[in-house]
């Protein structure tokens, strides 16, 4: 604004008008009222965020006019070669962790999970969708469910997706006994095992219950607990474009978003809005990674266990 002052100045001398006459332009100009409220004027910048990531405003148009001071001289490969350091650091934290919300912020790579399956109705419908767009996704699944669709679970193996345990029933791990906890484990694990001849390390609680005894405990079987960064509410009944906003303007970087695959005639809008969460993050330059892949951590134990 500055900058445009000086310029309009210049211009009005330039042009005979005296400086206090362009002042009193100028602050015409702010004065004038805008033709959106400030409320409606926000809505519509959250709306259009997506769409916006770097708008070019006047602003940073005359900043780009100024002389920039000179930079000091950099050496590009030793910049990028620190910052892979640094990355390679992160990289050893994760691999060290056991209870995950997010893979790195410095990697622009998303995770979809979706938890509660298999069915034969939603399930497919959704493996259907990942595969004509190509697109890796993380399914957390129960054992009841398991035992009875050993055919869904190898659809998503054979998809190259992969599987996670999310318990035998869905109970909540923090309100059980040591015994009981390992029970939900095995069992689950047992039955994947037998469909597709490899055993879960991954888990996610249900309702992503966790304390530090339970944590612990599965930390200490070689399990990886496994959260979420984005959650979609899926299982709400939300509309399609409810669940997409959400990812729009939740997701970030190394991000972990979760979705259903089955548990209801509400998740119609899960199917719906897939394909519109895929379109968005792919034209933002996302790439679909499986959470074993953006966490790196092991997606299954060795088969020697
Ligand atoms: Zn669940």
């Known amino acids: 604004m500055r ?3 000086i310029l309009l100045c210049f211009f009005m001398v330039l042009t005979g008008c005296d400086v206090e006459e362009a002042q009193t332009y100028a602050q015409k100009q702010r004065e004038m009222p805008s033709d959106k409220d400030p409320k409606k004027s926000v809505q519509a910048e959250k709306a259009n965020q997506p769409k916006q990531e770097n708008p070019i405003t006047p602003e940073s148009n005359e900043q780009k006019k100024e002389p920039q001071p000179e930079e000091p001289l950099k050496k590009p490969e030793q910049v990028s070669a620190s910052a892979r350091e640094q990355e390679q650091i992160e990289v050893e934290k994760l691999k060290q962790q056991t209870l995950f919300y997010k893979g790195l912020s410095t990697q622009k790579r998303v995770a979809l999970t979706f938890d509660d399956g298999p069915d034969r109705y939603y399930t497919l419908q959704i493996l259907d969708i990942l595969k004509k767009e190509k697109v890796p996704a993380t399914f957390f699944v129960v054992g009841n469910l398991s035992k009875i669709y050993p055919d869904v679970l190898r659809r998503i193996d054979q998809e190259g997706h992969v599987i996670g345990n999310h318990s035998w029933n869905h109970p909540q791990f923090t309100k059980l006994s040591q015994s009981g906890i390992n029970s939900q484990l095995s069992r689950t694990n047992a039955v994947i095992k037998e469909a597709i001849g490899k055993e879960p390390r991954l888990f996610r609680p249900p309702y992503g219950a966790m304390n530090t005894r339970v944590e612990k405990q599965i930390g200490s079987q070689g399990y990886k607990i496994i959260q979420w960064s ?5 299982w709400s009944g939300r509309s399609s474009k409810q669940i997409v906003n959400t990812v729009i303007n939740q997701v970030e970087p190394g ?3 979760l979705q259903h695959s089955a548990g209801g005639e509400k998740l119609r ?3 719906e809005a897939l394909p519109q969460i895929i379109s968005y993050l792919k034209k933002n330059g996302y790439e679909f990674v499986t959470v ?3 966490l790196y951590v092991p997606a299954y134990f060795e088969t020697s266990r």
Do not use: H, K, M, S
């Open 255 to 257: 991000g972990i978003i």
């Open 230 to 234: 984005v959650d979609t509410r899926d």
């Open 269 to 271: 809008t899960t199917v």
């Open 3 to 5: 900058l445009f002052l």
């Open 292 to 294: 074993d892949e953006l």
